[in-house]
């Protein structure tokens, strides 16, 4: 998270100081040879640039689904049969 108060400046000013392309607010990105497709949604619906590398990248919230760790591969105590042997 940037500390410009979501405002999406970090990204653009910093693509602006080191004169590379910028992909803001990306939902998706796949990887070219030495380039980058990124999908951002707007509001009449999805945009897709093809910028070459390096680039600067933003993100948006749906660009990763976040994996919640469950209780039991949580757990450090507990019955003996429910411990994980984890580095």
């Known amino acids: 998270q940037a500390i410009d108060d979501d405002c999406n400046q970090t990204g653009q000013l910093l693509a602006a100081m080191l004169d ?3 992909g803001t ?3 998706r990105v796949e990887l070219e040879a030495g380039a980058v497709r990124v999908q951002r949604e707007v509001d009449g619906g ?3 640039l093809r910028l070459r590398l390096p680039a600067v990248l933003t993100a948006d919230l749906r660009l990763n689904e976040p994996r919640y760790a469950t209780l039991p591969n949580i757990m450090v105590r507990g019955a003996p049969q429910k411990k ?4």
């Open 20 to 22: 590379w392309p910028q």
């Open 25 to 27: 607010f990306a939902s």
């Open 46 to 48: 999805l945009e897709t």
């Open 84 to 87: 994980k042997k984890k580095p």
